[in-house]
Structure formats: C-alpha cells, structure tokens
Nanobody, 124 residues
Framework: QVQLVESGGGLVQAGGSLRLSCAAS????????MGWFRQTPGKERDLVAA????????YYTDSVKGRFTISRDNVKNTMYLQMNSLKPEDTAVYYC?????????????????WGQGTQVTVSS
C-alpha cells in the first residue's frame, strides 16, 4: 500500500512559480511510475506530467511543455512538479498518483494510488 500526500499549492499571480511536492510512504515508491493530474469543477481529471520509475522518461501535456518540470527523488520518496510562467488556465486541484508499474500511463484509470489534492490558483 502507498499513501501519497501533496503540498505546495497556493495562490500566485500570473507569470509566477510554484513547486508541488508529493511525499509517498512505502518501500516500493522507487519501483512505481508517477504522475501529476489536475481537475477543475465539472471536468475530468487530466494528466499534466508523468515520470517513469527511474526518472529517465517523462511526459508532459502540450499546454505545459516548456513551463513545468516533473522530477522525483527515490531516496526521499518524493515527486515534484516545478511550475513556472503560470497562467490563469493552470488553476485547478492538482493530484499526484502512483502506478504499480515501472512505466507511466497517460490514462488516469491506470493509476492505483492517489493523493488528496492541492489547490493551485493563478490570478490574472
């Protein structure tokens, strides 16, 4: 069993930066692929970025390429999402997720464990 806890959300002006963290419990963190998803009211939970177990492979949705960076530290059992040049359309609840496979997936249904979410609000 893996428990995930997000932190680092908040209110920021457009153009600003935030760094989200996802702390994981459990010894198997380093063998799991991870992802960051976001959701706004009335919409589906969409993948923002994903990372393989080693960190060697990453994925970004088109709207965040060049602005967001996903990374992980398998010694600290923590995943990060560095978000720069934030836009109002980035406003959402951000969730981290873990998948019991080494490779990531772009589908939310492929992830087995979820955090409680952290709110990110970008003002214009």
């Amino acid at each position: 069993q893996v428990q995930l806890v997000e932190s680092g959300g908040g209110l920021v002006q457009a153009g600003g930066s935030l760094r989200l963290s996802c702390a994981a419990s459990g010894r198997t963190f380093s063998s799991y692929a991870m992802g960051w998803f976001r959701q706004t009211p009335g919409k589906e939970r969409d993948l923002v970025a994903a990372i393989s177990w080693s960190g060697g492979l990453t994925y970004y949705t088109d709207s965040v390429k060049g602005r967001f960076t996903i990374s992980r530290d398998n010694v600290k059992n923590t995943m990060y999402l560095q978000m720069n040049s934030l836009k109002p359309e980035d406003t959402a609840v951000y969730y981290c997720a873990a998948r019991r496979y080494a490779s990531y997936s772009t589908s939310s249904y492929a992830y087995d464990y979820w955090g409680q979410g952290t709110q990110v609000t970008v003002s214009s």
